[in-house]
C-alpha cells in the first residue's frame, strides 16, 4: 500500500519521517497528474505547490488551526490530504467537487475562493475573530505572487501590519500567474529571490545555525544584509511584517522546520517561498502557461489532446483577431488586459503592437480606471476583462467611465454560464448589474461575425458612450467571419430570425441560435413562432416590443445570465406599461449559485437548453 493511500486525514502524516513525506509528495504529484489527464483541471499552481499544502498540514493542526487558500489554483494537493482523495477524480465535474477551496465541501476549507487576492483579509478577519473569542488557534494565508497584483491584497496587508495581528501570511512566488508575471512587484519579488550575493550570505548563514532560536535571532542581521545587497528596504517589513526567506518551496525538511519555528513566533509574519510551476512534471515545466490548466492529456508522453468535432474559432481569437485588425487601422487604439493575455486571445495584438498593449496584472479596478485616463486623453481603449472578474471593477465602470462618459470598450469575455470552474466563474450577472448604469451600451452578439462588427462600430468615431460587449467562452457558430468586411451595427437595433405569430421567442446573445433550433422543431410540428435576436440590452430595441406586443399572444425571452434583471426584465417592463396582461415566461439562470459542469448539463439544470425552449414554446 503506497503513502497516499493510507492518508486519509491530516493527522495521518504528522507521524511521518521527512523522507516518508518526501515520498508522499512524490505520490501526491504522479495522482494529480493521473486524475487530470483524464479529468482537467488547474494543475501547474498545483504540481508547484504539493511541498507547501504537505508541510501546513504536518505542522499546523488543521482544522483547528486554519489555512486559506488564494485563488485555489495551488490547492490540489490540500484537498486530497483532506479527506477527498477518492472525490478528487471528480474534481471540477457534474455533481462532483469543485476546482476551489469551498467552506461546504470540507472543514478543511476555512473560506470559499476562486478569484484572486482574497487570503490576507479573510485570514485577518479569522484571527481578529479568535483572539476576540479567546481561541488558541493559527491562521495562515497562502497568497500566489501574482495575487499581490491585486490591490486588495495590500489592503488586507496594510491592515494586518498595523493591528500586530497573530497571522503568517505565505508568499507563495512561482514567478508567474498564468501568463508570465508583470510589473513592479513582480520585478521587487525576482530581485529578492534571485539575488546571487544574498541567498548565498544568508544559506552559508542558515546552514551553520542549528536551532530554531538562533536562527530568529540572526533575522535582523538577515534584513540588514538584504538592505545593505538589495539596496532597498523590504516592502513587507515597512508595513508591519516580519520577513522570512525566500526559502525553497519544494523543499519539504526546510518548510516543515521553518513552519514549525515561525508557528510559535507572535505577531504579523510573512514567509516567502520559492516554488516551480508544473513542479515534476517535465511538459508543465517547460511550458508553464498552456499546463496552467492543460486540459486532457497522456500522462507518460504529455501529449494534449485535440478537441474533435467543431472547427469553428474561439470567441477570444475572434476578439483578438478583430481587435489587431482594428489596431492597424487606428492608431489611437490600445488595449487593456488584467492577467488574460492569452486567455482573452490579445496576446495576438501584443506580439506585433508590444507599445499599445497593456498588461496591468490581475487587477481589474486599476484595468478600469487606467483605461478610462487613457479615454480621457483622446486614446480608444479596448478593455478585455472576464465576466465575472468584472464584478471586482463595477464602481470604477459607473463612476471613473460611466459617469464622465468616457469612450471606452468592454469585451466581457466568459460571459454565461462557463462550465467547469462553477460558481465562482459563472459570468452570469453584468447584464443585471451594468443595465441601470447611465450612458452605457450593453451589446451580446450572436456569433463570430457580429462579434467582429459590433467591435467596429464600437470603434467608429460617431459613438461617443462607453459600451459593453459581452460573450461566451470557446467555440462558435462556425459562421464564417474572417477577412469579411466589415459592416456597422445599428446600436440598439435587434433583428428578426424567424417570422411568425402567436408566440414570441426573444433572445439575446448567441443563445439565440439554441433557441433558433428549437423554434425550427416548433414550426416542423406546426407552430408558428416569431423570433427576434435582440442583440442590444441597453438601449433595447422598443420597435421589435412594441411590434411582439401588437402580434403575439405570449412571450418567451431567453438569456445566458441572471433571469432577473436582464432581459426578462427589461421586456416585462415595457411589457407592463404597453401591453398589461401579456405573458412573459422568462427562460435564463435562476435565482441560485449554479455549480460545475459541462455547459451542456449546466443549461439543462437551467432550464434553457434546445428542450427546454421547445417545451415552453409548445406548453
Known amino acids: 500500500m503506497s503513502l497516499l493511500e493510507q492518508v486519509n486525514s491530516p493527522e495521518d502524516i504528522r507521524g511521518f519521517s521527512v523522507k516518508q513525506l518526501e515520498t508522499l509528495c512524490g505520490e501526491i504529484r504522479r495522482y494529480m497528474i493521473d486524475c487530470c489527464a483524464k479529468n482537467p483541471g488547474h494543475l501547474g499552481a498545483s504540481l508547484g505547490a504539493v511541498e507547501l499544502a504537505v508541510a501546513l498540514h504536518y505542522v499546523y493542526n488543521t482544522p483547528v488551526d486554519k489555512i486559506v487558500w488564494d485563488v485555489g ?7 486530497i490530504i483532506t479527506g477527498r482523495r477518492e472525490a478528487f477524480k471528480t474534481n471540477r465535474t457534474y455533481k462532483g467537487i469543485s476546482g476551489f477551496p469551498k467552506m461546504s465541501e470540507s472543514i478543511f476549507d476555512t473560506f470559499g475562493v476562486g ?6 483579509s479573510a485570514a485577518l478577519g479569522m484571527a481578529v475573530a479568535s483572539k476576540l473569542s479567546g481561541i488558541d488557534e493559527k491562521i495562515v494565508a497562502v497568497i500566489g505572487d501574482g495575487a499581490l497584483t491585486g490591490g486588495m491584497a495590500f489592503e488586507g496587508l496594510n491592515n494586518a501590519g498595523s493591528m500586530k495581528t497573530d497571522i503568517l501570511v505565505i508568499l507563495n512566488d512561482n514567478h508567474i500567474s498564468i501568463d508570465e508575471g508583470m510589473g513592479a512587484m513582480h520585478n521587487y519579488l525576482l530581485k529578492i529571490s534571485t539575488s546571487e550575493t544574498y541567498n548565498r550570505i544568508k544559506n552559508h548563514v542558515w546552514d551553520i545555525i542549528g536551532s530554531a532560536r538562533l536562527r530568529r535571532g540572526v533575522q535582523k542581521f538577515m534584513f540588514s544584509t538584504k538592505m545593505a545587497v538589495l539596496k532597498s528596504g523590504s516592502l513587507f517589513e515597512s508595513m508591519g511584517f516580519r520577513y522570512f526567506g525566500a526559502i525553497d ?25 520559492i516554488t516551480k510551476k508544473g513542479k515534476g512534471y517535465k511538459p508543465a515545466e517547460e511550458n508553464q502557461t498552456v499546463w496552467h490548466a492543460p486540459g486532457t492529456f497522456d500522462p507518460v508522453t504529455g501529449k494534449r489532446s485535440i478537441s474533435a468535432g467543431t472547427s469553428a474559432a474561439k470567441y477570444q481569437d475572434v476578439f483578438g483577431e478583430t481587435l489587431l485588425e482594428l489596431a492597424r487601422a487606428d ?23 508590444p507599445e499599445r498593449t497593456f498588461d496591468v496584472g490581475i487587477a481589474e479596478q486599476h484595468a478600469v480606471t487606467f483605461s478610462a485616463g487613457m479615454a480621457a486623453s483622446g486614446l480608444l481603449p479596448f478593455c478585455n476583462i472576464y465576466s465575472s472578474f468584472m464584478q471586482r471593477a463595477y464602481d470604477s465602470v459607473i463612476h471613473d467611465v460611466a459617469l464622465q462618459n468616457l469612450k471606452v470598450v468592454f469585451c466581457l469575455d466568459r460571459a454565461g454560464l462557463v462550465g467547469e470552474d462553477g460558481a465562482t466563474h459563472h459570468g452570469v450577472f453584468d447584464m443585471a448589474a451594468f443595465r441601470p448604469v447611465p450612458n452605457l451600451i450593453i451589446a451580446s452578439p450572436l456569433n463570430e461575425l457580429e462579434l467582429r ?6 470603434s467608429l468615431p460617431d459613438i461617443h458612450a462607453p459600451i459593453i460587449i459581452r460573450y461566451p467562452r470557446g467555440t462558435g457558430e462556425g459562421v464564417d467571419w474572417r477577412d469579411k468586411e466589415f459592416v456597422p451595427v445599428p446600436i440598439g437595433k435587434g433583428q428578426l430570425l424567424h417570422n411568425g405569430s402567436g408566440t414570441a421567442v426573444l433572445t439575446i446573445g448567441p443563445v439565440g441560435n439554441i433557441a433558433a433550433e428549437a423554434v425550427r422543431i416548433a414550426e416542423e410540428r406546426g407552430f408558428s413562432v416569431l423570433h427576434y435576436d435582440m442583440r442590444f440590452l441597453k438601449p433595447v430595441d422598443t420597435d421589435i416590443l412594441k411590434d411582439v406586443c401588437a402580434n403575439a399572444n405570449r412571450i418567451i425571452t431567453v438569456e445566458d445570465a441572471s433571469v432577473i434583471g436582464g432581459l426578462h426584465d427589461a421586456v416585462c417592463s415595457y411589457v407592463a406599461e404597453h401591453a398589461p396582461g401579456l405573458p412573459v415566461i422568462g427562460l435564463g439562470v435562476p435565482d441560485r449559485f449554479v455549480e460545475q459542469g459541462t455547459v451542456k448539463q449546466l443549461r439543462h439544470e437551467c432550464g434553457f437548453d434546445t428542450e427546454d425552449i421547445l417545451n415552453a414554446i409548445i406548453e
Do not use: F, W
Open 331 to 353: 492608431k489611437k487604439i490600445v488595449a487593456v488586459t488584467p492577467a488574460m493575455a492569452s486567455g482573452c486571445g490579445m496576446n495576438i495584438m501584443m506580439r506585433e503592437i
Open 249 to 273: 518551496g519544494n523543499d519539504i525538511g526546510q518548510l516543515t522546520t521553518t513552519l514549525a519555528s515561525l508557528r510559535n513566533i507572535k505577531g504579523p509574519k510573512l514567509l516567502h517561498v
Open 115 to 120: 478569484h484572486s487576492s482574497t487570503s490576507v
Open 73 to 79: 489554483h495551488q490547492a490540489y494537493a490540500h484537498k
Open 453 to 458: 462588427n459590433i467591435m467596429y462600430t464600437a
